[in-house]
């Protein structure tokens, strides 16, 4: 065995015994009483956190299914809306008559707005009633707001979009086609009713965070955001956004 060997083996009961029994005792007693506690505490503290975060990720599950189911609900309650207009006789006949080359008369179009009135609905959020031939003729139309033509032909192949409209309003367009009562498998035209986006978003996400930079948002299949508790967003494309991306993902299996 080497020198140095030697006296590295030797050194550390020789300083064991300089330091004074009183020390030694103190510090056997802090390792015996901290190391547990310790211990413990850490445990207790990772034990403590995943518990809080499987809260939350719950609370915030319930808090998107109440959303979903609230805002599924309102959108219902427009889609059966949409669905007694296009089955009354005065649509069907007055689309049908456009449709079969006859000219839009003003009988027509007040006779729509005389049965819809009398179809009991009430909403602060409905801002317009559009009912559209198959050739795409305007037939009933309040008139308040108008959006640009392309704009007008993209909404017929999404029944449910985000507009901005010629005045600046935000508005979420819900529309369906209207068949043929006697031929259901016969298209006759459209129906889309527009609601006001700001009402229906405060309607459906108020008094609803997660804390501060969180985000409640009404996004269609392609990615296109319809409602938002951030109006900036309104309207843009997230298809690519990694979190869409992963939604998407996750439905399709």
């Known amino acids: 065995?080497?020198?140095?060997?030697?006296?590295?083996?030797?050194?550390?009961?020789?300083?064991?015994?300089?330091?004074?029994?009183?020390?030694?005792?103190?510090?056997?007693?802090?390792?015996?009483?901290?190391?547990?506690?310790?211990?413990i505490g850490i445990f207790s503290y990772r034990a403590y956190t995943q518990s809080m975060n499987e809260k939350v990720k719950q609370a915030a599950?319930?808090?998107?299914?109440?959303?979903?189911n609230n805002m599924s609900t309102q959108l219902g309650i427009y889609?059966?809306?949409?669905?007694?207009?296009?089955?009354?006789?005065?649509?069907?006949?007055?689309?049908?008559?456009?449709?079969?080359?006859?000219?839009?008369t003003s009988g027509i179009v007040s006779g729509i707005g005389e049965m819809i009135v009398?179809?009991?609905f009430q909403s602060t959020h409905l801002k317009n009633i559009r009912v559209v031939s198959?050739?795409?003729?305007?037939?009933?139309?309040?008139?308040?707001?108008?959006?640009?033509?392309q704009r007008f032909n993209e909404l017929l192949d999404n029944s449910l979009q985000y507009i901005h409209t010629y005045r600046a309003n935000d508005k979420i367009?819900?529309?369906?086609?209207?068949?043929?009562?006697?031929?259901?498998?016969?298209?006759?035209g459209y129906i889309m009713l527009y609601i006001d986006e700001s009402q229906l978003s405060r309607y459906i996400f108020t008094d609803v965070s997660f804390g501060e930079g969180s985000n409640f948002?009404?996004?269609?299949?392609?990615?296109?955001?319809?409602?938002?508790?951030?109006?900036?967003?309104?309207?843009?494309?997230?298809?690519?956004?990694?979190?869409?991306?992963?939604?998407?993902?996750?439905?399709?299996?």
């Open 61 to 68: 599950l319930q808090t998107i299914e109440l959303l979903n």
């Open 79 to 104: 889609s059966d809306y949409i669905g007694s207009i296009s089955v009354s006789d005065t649509v069907q006949n007055g689309v049908a008559s456009v449709n079969n080359g006859h000219p839009l």
């Open 173 to 188: 367009v819900i529309g369906r086609k209207i068949y043929d009562m006697h031929h259901t498998s016969t298209p006759l």
């Open 217 to 253: 948002l009404l996004i269609d299949a392609a990615g296109n955001v319809v409602s938002s508790q951030n109006a900036e967003l309104l309207g843009e494309d997230l298809a690519d956004d990694p979190i869409f991306q992963q939604i998407t993902a996750l439905r399709q299996a």
């Open 134 to 149: 198959n050739d795409r003729t305007v037939i009933y139309d309040l008139g308040y707001d108008d959006i640009t033509p």
């Open 1 to 39: 065995m080497s020198l140095n060997a030697q006296k590295t083996r030797g050194f550390s009961p020789n300083v064991l015994r300089r330091i004074k029994l009183r020390t030694r005792l103190f510090v056997t007693f802090l390792i015996i009483s901290l190391v547990p506690v310790i211990t």
């Open 118 to 120: 009398t179809i009991p």
